[in-house]
């Protein structure tokens, strides 16, 4: 009988220090390490297009804060 081979998804990720939320970083350093996902890390939001952000050039945000002041690489 043949093992089944168990793949890891990884990722770089960052988290937000307003809303301790866990994303998957969509704009990490160079170098940045790369962490096993766990299914519960959030998509970071990117706000082109977004009606609140009309006036910003458009970057990733916090979905939940929808701001990008309070990232942090993990």
Same mark, same amino acid.
Not at 15 to 31: A, E, F, T
Not at 44 to 71: F, R, S
């Given at each position: 009988?043949?093992?089944? #081979? $168990?793949?890891?998804? +990884? ?15 969509? /704009?990490?350093?160079?170098?940045? #390490? $790369?962490?096993?996902? +766990? ?15 009309? /006036? ?19």
């Amino acid at each position: 009988m043949t093992k089944k #081979k $168990e793949f890891k998804i +990884t990722a770089n990720l960052c988290k937000c220090n307003n809303c301790n939320s866990i994303l998957i970083d969509q /704009n990490p350093q160079i170098n940045a #390490k $790369e962490h096993i996902l +766990t299914g519960s890390e959030l998509e970071m939001q990117w706000t082109g297009g977004l009606v609140e952000h009309k /006036n910003d050039d458009p970057h990733w945000v916090c979905p939940i804060c929808m701001a990008d002041d309070y990232l942090v690489d993990l």
